[in-house]
Nanobody
Framework: QVQLVESGGGLVQAGGSLRLSCAAS????????MGWYRQAPGKQRELVAV???????NYADSVKGRFTISRDNAKNTAYLQMNSLKPEDTGVYYC??????????WGQGTQVTVSP
């Protein structure tokens, strides 16, 4: 099994930056894909960024050019660098991981609040 713990959220003014971390533990050898999702108040949870085992990345159109997902397998950690933050980026950010058997794991989430 895999456990994911997010950290790095907080309150920041528009235009600022935050770096989220996702520490993985457990059966991490089985992880193929890691990603970040977010859920804003009154909205459905949405994909922000994902990275596969081969280093391929995908981003939501709304964050392209501003956010960067990275993964350090040696440290068992995924990151989301968020720059030029906007108020509409506000939400709870969740780390996600999928194993080779398509079992999906979720972290508890970390709050990101961007003030105008």
């Amino acid at each position: 099994q895999v456990q994911l713990v997010e950290s790095g959220g907080g309150l920041v003014q528009a235009g600022g930056s935050l770096r989220l971390s996702c520490a993985a533990s457990g059966s991490i050898f089985s992880i193929n894909v890691m990603g970040w999702y977010r859920q804003a108040p009154g909205k459905q949870r949405e994909l922000v960024a994902v990275t596969g085992s081969g280093g391929v990345t995908n981003y939501a159109d709304s964050v392209k050019g501003r956010f960067t997902i990275s993964r350090d397998n040696a440290k068992n950690t995924a990151y989301l660098q968020m720059n030029s933050l906007k108020p509409e980026d506000t939400g709870v950010y969740y780390c996600n991981a999928a194993n080779r058997y398509s079992v999906v794991y979720w972290g508890q989430g970390t709050q990101v609040t961007v003030s105008p």
